[in-house]
C-alpha cells in the first residue's frame, strides 16, 4: 500500500483528498461525516463579513458532465459559525481550514473572530484583474491577524499565472489553491425556455468534470511559478485517477466538491481507495514520485511534435470497429476483426486511442 500522507504549510493529513468549501463543508455535521467517510480534512464554507442571500435554484447537475451553481458564500453569520459550528467540525485530529472572502475589510472583520478555530485560512478573492493589488490587500490583512497558514486562492481568467503564484509568495502566500468554479455561464431548460438557475440573469458558475482541463493548466502554471510554497488542486476531481493528474500537475493536494454534492460522502473515501490502487499497481510507493512529473517532462521536449506517429495495437483488441467510426481520416480498416493503419492516411491525430473502450491502442507522446 502506498504512503498517501501529505505535508502543507505544517498540515498533516493523512491522505490528499480533502472536501473544498461549498455546500459539502456548510455546517459541522456535514464536514465531520465527510471525515469519517474518508476525507482527510475539510475546508469549511467560505464566510464572509455579512451572510450571504443565494438566489434558488442554485445548484443543478447535467448528468455528471457539468454542474452550474449559484452558490456564494455561507447562509449564515460568521459569528454563528463561531457560536454554533467550528468547534464542532472536526471527526478527528484533522487541520481544519477556513474559508474567507472576499475583500480585505472582509478579511479585518472575520480572521479575529475565527483565529482560534482556525488551522489555515483560504482565502478567496473572485480578482481576475491584471492588477491583483486586491489579492494583495486581502492576504496582508489576513497577514495583520494570524500567523497561522493562509493559503489563496485563483479564479479561472487571471493574465499571467506563474506570475501571479510569484508574487502572492513574495508577499507572504503559504499556499495557493486552483481554482474557483469557472463563468459565468447559461444553460437553459427547452421544456420552459427558462435558464436553471435563479439569478438574475440566470447566469451560473461552471464546476465538475468539464473544468478539470482548466484546472489543471492553472495548477501547472502556478506550480511552476512558486518555489516553496504548496499547491492545492480543485475543481473536477472526481476519480483516483483525478487525483493522479493533480499531482503530475504539480498539486500538493486535491479538494473535492463537486462529487461529494453529486454522490455523496462516501466519494471522498472511493477517490482514496482508487488513488492507492493506481498507485500501487504503478508501482509508486509515496506521492512524491508523480508530484509535478509533468513539468519535469515537458521541460525536456524542446519542441512541439510534428511528426506523424501511428498508433500501435497492443493485445486485448476485441474487433469492435469504433476505431474506424471515429477516425476523420478514414485510415482504419478491419482485417479479420484487427484495425489496420493505412500509414499514406493516417494523420496521427490520436482521436481512435481515446474512443477504444479496452486502451489497446496506443500513440507515443513525445
Same mark, same amino acid.
Given at each position: 500500500?502506498?504512503?498517501?500522507?501529505?505535508?502543507?504549510?505544517?498540515?498533516?493529513?493523512?491522505?490528499?483528498?480533502? /472536501?473544498?468549501?461549498?455546500p459539502? $463543508?456548510?455546517? *459541522?455535521?456535514?464536514?465531520?461525516?465527510?471525515v469519517?467517510?474518508?476525507?482527510?480534512?475539510?475546508?469549511?464554507?467560505?464566510?464572509s463579513?455579512?451572510?450571504?442571500?443565494?438566489?434558488?435554484?442554485?445548484?443543478?447537475?447535467? #448528468?455528471?458532465?457539468?454542474?452550474?451553481?449559484?452558490?456564494? @458564500?455561507?447562509?449564515?453569520?460568521?459569528?454563528?459559525?463561531?457560536?454554533k459550528?467550528?468547534?464542532?467540525?472536526?471527526?478527528?485530529?484533522?487541520?481544519?481550514i477556513?474559508?474567507?472572502?472576499?475583500?480585505?475589510?472582509?478579511?479585518?472583520?472575520?480572521?479575529?473572530?475565527?483565529?482560534?478555530? *482556525?488551522? %489555515?485560512?483560504?482565502?478567496?478573492?473572485?480578482?481576475?484583474?491584471?492588477?491583483?493589488?486586491? =489579492?494583495?490587500?486581502?492576504?496582508? *490583512?489576513?497577514?495583520?491577524?494570524?500567523?497561522?497558514?493562509?493559503?489563496?486562492?485563483?479564479?479561472?481568467?487571471?493574465?499571467d499565472?506563474?506570475?501571479?503564484?510569484?508574487?502572492?509568495?513574495?508577499?507572504?502566500?503559504d499556499?495557493?489553491?486552483?481554482?474557483?468554479s469557472y463563468?459565468?455561464?447559461? $444553460?437553459?431548460?427547452?421544456?420552459?425556455?427558462?435558464?436553471? =438557475?435563479?439569478?438574475?440573469?440566470?447566469?451560473? @458558475?461552471?464546476?465538475?468534470p468539464?473544468?478539470?482541463?482548466?484546472?489543471?493548466?492553472?495548477?501547472?502554471?502556478? %506550480?511552476?511559478? /512558486?518555489?516553496?510554497?504548496?499547491?492545492?488542486?480543485?475543481?473536477?476531481?472526481?476519480?483516483?485517477?483525478?487525483?493522479?493528474?493533480?499531482?503530475?500537475?504539480?498539486? $500538493?493536494?486535491v479538494?473535492?466538491? &463537486?462529487?461529494?454534492?453529486?454522490?455523496?460522502?462516501? %466519494?471522498?473515501?472511493?477517490?482514496?481507495?482508487?488513488?492507492?490502487? @493506481?498507485?500501487?499497481?504503478?508501482?509508486?510507493?509515496?506521492?512524491?514520485?508523480? #508530484?509535478?512529473?509533468?513539468?519535469?517532462? &515537458?521541460?525536456?521536449?524542446?519542441? *512541439?511534435?510534428?511528426? &506523424?506517429?501511428?498508433?500501435?495495437?497492443?493485445?486485448?483488441?476485441?474487433?469492435?470497429?469504433?476505431?474506424?467510426?471515429?477516425?476523420p481520416?478514414?485510415?482504419?480498416?478491419?482485417?479479420?476483426?484487427?484495425?489496420?493503419?493505412?500509414?499514406?492516411?493516417?494523420?496521427?491525430?490520436? /482521436?481512435?486511442?481515446?474512443?477504444c473502450?479496452?486502451?489497446?491502442?496506443?500513440?507515443?507522446?513525445?
Amino acid at each position: 500500500m502506498a504512503d498517501l500522507r501529505v505535508t502543507l504549510a505544517g498540515l498533516k493529513y493523512a491522505n490528499p483528498v480533502i /472536501v473544498g468549501a461549498g455546500p459539502t $463543508s456548510k455546517d *459541522a455535521d456535514i464536514c465531520r461525516e465527510a471525515v469519517e467517510n474518508g476525507a482527510a480534512g475539510v475546508v469549511a464554507k467560505t464566510v464572509s463579513s455579512e451572510p450571504a442571500k443565494v438566489p434558488k435554484p442554485c445548484m443543478q447537475d447535467f #448528468k455528471g458532465k457539468y454542474f452550474l451553481n449559484t452558490e456564494l @458564500w455561507s447562509e449564515y453569520s460568521v459569528e454563528y459559525w463561531v457560536e454554533k459550528e467550528y468547534k464542532k467540525c472536526k471527526f478527528k485530529d484533522e487541520p481544519l481550514i477556513i474559508g474567507m472572502g472576499y475583500v480585505a475589510a472582509d478579511i479585518e472583520k472575520v480572521v479575529p473572530l475565527v483565529d482560534k478555530f *482556525a488551522d %489555515a485560512y483560504e482565502i478567496s478573492a473572485h480578482y481576475v484583474g491584471r492588477d491583483i493589488t486586491p =489579492m494583495l490587500e486581502t492576504l496582508a *490583512a489576513a497577514k495583520k491577524h494570524t500567523k497561522k497558514p493562509v493559503f489563496m486562492k485563483i479564479s479561472p481568467g487571471i493574465p499571467d499565472i506563474s506570475e501571479t503564484a510569484r508574487i502572492l509568495e513574495e508577499h507572504g502566500a503559504d499556499g495557493l489553491v486552483a481554482m474557483n468554479s469557472y463563468g459565468p455561464c447559461l $444553460s437553459i431548460d427547452i421544456e420552459t425556455g427558462m435558464p436553471y =438557475m435563479g439569478s438574475n440573469t440566470g447566469y451560473g @458558475w461552471l464546476s465538475g468534470p468539464a473544468i478539470k482541463p482548466i484546472m489543471l493548466r492553472h495548477v501547472f502554471e502556478l %506550480a511552476k511559478g /512558486v518555489k516553496n510554497i504548496p499547491v492545492f488542486a480543485v475543481g473536477g476531481i472526481s476519480t483516483g485517477k483525478d487525483v493522479v493528474e493533480a499531482f503530475m500537475a504539480g498539486a $500538493s493536494a486535491v479538494q473535492v466538491c &463537486t462529487q461529494g454534492i453529486i454522490e455523496g460522502p462516501k %466519494a471522498y473515501g472511493r477517490i482514496v481507495k482508487e488513488l492507492n490502487e @493506481w498507485m500501487d499497481s504503478h508501482g509508486y510507493e509515496n506521492l512524491d514520485q508523480i #508530484k509535478g512529473l509533468t513539468i519535469k517532462k &515537458t521541460k525536456e521536449r524542446v519542441k *512541439a511534435n510534428y511528426e &506523424t506517429n501511428i498508433p500501435e495495437l497492443k493485445d486485448g483488441c476485441i474487433g469492435c470497429g469504433i476505431c474506424v467510426k471515429v477516425c476523420p481520416y478514414h485510415a482504419i480498416k478491419l482485417e479479420d476483426k484487427k484495425p489496420i493503419f493505412n500509414k499514406e492516411l493516417c494523420f496521427g491525430c490520436g /482521436v481512435c486511442t481515446s474512443q477504444c473502450p479496452k486502451n489497446v491502442l496506443d500513440i507515443i507522446r513525445y
